[in-house]
Nanobody, 114 residues
Framework: QVHLVESGGGLVQAGGSLRLSCAAS????????MGWYRQAPGKQRELVAR??????TNYADSVKGRFTISRDNAKTVYLQMDSLKPEDTAAYYC?????????WGQGTQVTVSS
C-alpha cells in the first residue's frame, strides 16, 4: 500500500504564492512519474503539472510560467505556485505511479481570493 500525504494548501490573495508538498510512504517499489491535479467545483479533475523519475516536466497551459513542479528525491514532490489567480481555486491532488499503479492523495484545498 502506498500513501500520499499532501500539505501546503490554504487561502491566499490573488498575486500571492503557495507551495504544495506531497510525500509518499508505504510499500513503495519504483516510483515513476509524480504529479499534481486539481478539481474545481462542478469541473473535471485536470492535470496541473507532472514530473517523471528522470526529471522531465510538463504543465497545463493555464499554469505555465507561474507554477513550478520539482522533486527532491524519489518520494517527495513539490508544486510552487506563484502569481495565483482566482481561477486557480480548487482541490489539489497529488498523484504517483508506482509499479504501473496510480495512487492519489486525499487532496488539499487552495483558495485564491480576488
Amino acid at each position: 500500500q502506498v500513501h500520499l500525504v499532501e500539505s501546503g494548501g490554504g487561502l491566499v490573495q490573488a498575486g500571492g504564492s503557495l507551495r504544495l508538498s506531497c510525500a509518499a510512504s508505504g510499500s513503495i517499489g519504483r516510483i515513476g512519474a509524480m504529479g499534481w491535479y486539481r478539481q474545481a467545483p462542478g469541473k473535471q479533475r485536470e492535470l496541473v503539472a507532472r514530473i517523471t523519475s528522470s526529471g522531465t516536466t510538463n504543465y497545463a497551459d493555464s499554469v505555465k510560467g507561474r507554477f513550478t513542479i520539482s522533486r527532491d528525491n524519489a518520494k517527495t514532490v513539490y508544486l510552487q505556485m506563484d502569481s495565483l489567480k482566482p481561477e486557480d481555486t480548487a482541490a489539489y491532488y497529488c498523484n504517483a505511479v508506482v509499479n504501473v499503479f496510480a495512487y492519489w492523495g486525499q487532496g488539499t484545498q487552495v483558495t485564491v481570493s480576488s
